[in-house]
């Protein structure tokens, strides 16, 4: 590879991205994500901030396809994407079907902060 991103890189560029998106500057955090995804393929914080992405574009649709095609089969345990998927799910109308995804993030111990997340989606 002829450029390596190093970790404190990564999370910089993430959280510039995030901070795009927060400004509905969605076509500069898709850009830098899409970069962050080809040079740190392993990160779920990538895949999370995709799906943040895509519901603050309010395609909540796009959201729950991505979660489910992408990044769901690429970090299986992630809670995060999980409660996102719920969160998703919600705003479409499918509160049902938003159950079984947000009572997987809630139940886990390994990300309070997704478990948070999932149980006050649920109420």
Same mark, same amino acid.
């Given at each position: 590879?002829?450029?390596?991103? #190093?970790?404190? %890189? ?7 991205? *995030? ?5 509905? =500057?969605?076509?500069?955090? $898709?850009? @830098?994500? $899409?970069?962050? %995804?080809?040079? =740190?393929? %392993? %990160? +779920? ?12 574009? *309010?395609?909540?649709?796009? +959201?729950?396809?991505?979660?489910? =095609? @992408?990044?769901? !089969?690429?970090? !299986? ?7 996102? #998927?719920?969160? +998703?799910? @919600? =705003? ?6 938003a159950a079984l995804p947000l009572s997987a993030a809630a139940e886990?111990? $390994?990300? !309070? ?5 999932? #149980?006050?989606?649920?109420?």
């Amino acid at each position: 590879m002829i450029f390596d991103l #190093k970790s404190e %890189e990564a999370k910089l560029l993430l959280n510039v991205a *995030l901070m795009a998106t927060g400004q509905n =500057r969605f076509r500069s955090a $898709a850009k @830098i994500l $899409a970069a962050l %995804e080809r040079f =740190r393929p %392993e %990160e +779920a914080s990538v895949a999370v901030a995709n799906a943040i992405l895509r519901i603050s574009m *309010l395609d909540f649709g796009g +959201a729950v396809d991505y979660i489910d =095609r @992408i990044a769901l !089969p690429k970090f !299986p345990s992630s809670a995060m994407l999980q409660a996102f #998927k719920g969160m +998703a799910l @919600i =705003r479409l109308g499918r509160k049902q079907e938003a159950a079984l995804p947000l009572s997987a993030a809630a139940e886990q111990t $390994a990300d !309070p902060a997704a478990a948070q997340l999932a #149980k006050d989606l649920m109420t």
